[in-house]
């Protein structure tokens, strides 16, 4: 998704908080980029267009299932409270996925809109996002209860104070994303490799990597954005600030004749300050999805069993029951796990390795960095090519 739970030091805007200034390269440098999910392979792409030379390496392939990118679906939403910057961020990621999905000629983002439900007279992390909507002439539309019902008779109203619908949001078809991405990277000019890598270090620079089919290759600069897999690489500098944890996603087969209303509900995001449960209808007939934004056990991405936990599915059960009726003895028929690569305070990472001169380091995604991919690539591609200084937000050092 996900909704999350982490604090978010607030920032007016991202170009505002923009103070570091990190090494940049000229227009045909020679750049590798490692990682080909939502980060790597949106900075690769946009990297690609500014005139790079560039490789993308990927150990298993774009949207696998071991990935954090992987899955059918992911939630496009702006709402974080008093966070401007990612608000900024995510308009900017909307305006790129509905212009690339063109070039793509395939369709990415579903416009369902995100229903928020609030318990109390108060949910700070809706209310204190309404003036940035405001501001971008987006803005949520305040539901009654009585008014959920009447829109809304799926849902059960019951605990809720009011609800919030962000129009402008809605989900993004992930595993078919990363997929086109690395396709219109290759088809642009790119060159893609599937390996896994070693870094070869040579004091202050990386001086190659060698790959698992044998070769070794060299550039001038080397990003690395491998998801929940950062903190393996270079255990010294991310072993304590990078974390893999275990995330379950579940499907729902609805009853049947009824799966009509419930492919129609906009995604959803049920506030209560616990398990941070959210939902995306309707996403490639494959049931109805619910999510655990709750942080799970430490989970090892690579060998790591991709199974449920009976504890977590029970309570998901119940909620299920409790929140849209129609599904109390709904059957599971299926189920992922996501591991979440987590940052300590759940803001992204963006920064030069603090022992190389040309080592770059893009990750802490946090649960909520899928739908930022287009416009983190962005700004990724703007402050390698020297138009931008990176964000302290996203320092090493914050």
């Not at 005139?51 to 774009?62: C, Q, R």
């Not at 992987?70 to 990612?86: K, Q, W």
């Not at 649960?367 to 700004?379: I, M, N, Q, R």
């Amino acid at each position: 998704m996900k909704a999350s739970q982490n604090t978010f030091a607030p920032r007016s805007s991202i170009d505002q908080a923009a103070r570091k200034t990190l090494p940049s390269f000229g227009k045909h440098a020679n750049l590798i980029v490692i990682g080909a999910g939502a980060f790597g392979g949106w900075s690769a792409l946009h990297l690609l267009r500014r005139g790079f030379k560039v490789t993308l390496i990927d150990a298993w392939g774009p949207g696998n299932s071991r990935s954090s990118s992987g899955d059918e679906t992911r939630v496009i939403r702006s709402t974080y409270g008093s966070n401007e910057a990612y608000f900024d961020l995510n308009v900017r990621a909307l305006q790129l996925w509905k212009e690339n999905e063109v070039r793509f000629r395939k369709k990415l983002f579903f416009n369902t809109g995100v229903l928020w439900f609030c318990y109390g007279e108060k949910t700070p992390l809706v209310d204190d996002s309404l003036p940035f909507a405001k501001k971008h002439t987006m803005q949520y539309e305040y539901l009654t209860p009585q008014e959920m019902m009447v829109r809304f008779p799926a849902i059960s109203t019951q605990s809720l104070h009011h609800a919030y619908l962000d129009p402008f949001g809605g989900y993004l078809m992930a595993r078919e994303a990363t997929r086109c991405v690395q396709q219109s990277f290759v088809k642009e000019g790119g060159n893609y490799v599937q390996a896994h890598v070693k870094p070869v270090m040579n004091n202050q620079t990386m001086d190659s990597i060698m790959l698992s089919n044998g070769n070794q290759l060299r550039a001038d600069a080397y990003l690395f954005a491998c998801g929940a897999w950062l903190g393996e690489l270079f255990p010294t500098v991310l072993g304590h600030l990078i974390t893999c944890t275990k995330q379950e996603v579940y499907y729902f087969g609805t009853p049947a004749g009824t799966a009509p209303s419930f492919d129609e509900l906009p995604v959803w995001v049920d506030v209560d300050g616990t398990d941070f449960y959210y939902g995306i209808p309707g996403n490639t007939h494959r049931g109805f999805k619910i999510g655990v934004d709750l942080r799970g056990e430490i989970f090892n991405p690579t060998t790591g069993e991709r199974t449920h936990t009976p504890e977590a599915l029970d309570k998901a059960r119940k909620f299920i029951g409790y929140r849209f009726p129609a599904l109390k003895d709904a059957p599971l028929v299926e189920y992922r796990v996501c591991p979440y690569e987590n940052a300590p305070d759940g803001n992204f990472i963006f920064d030069l390795h603090p022992e190389t001169e040309n080592v770059f380091l893009l990750g802490g995604g946090s649960g909520h960095g899928f739908k930022h991919g287009p416009a983190l690539g962005e700004l990724v591609a703007d402050v390698l090519s020297g138009n931008k200084k990176a964000p302290d937000l996203f320092s090493l050092h914050r």
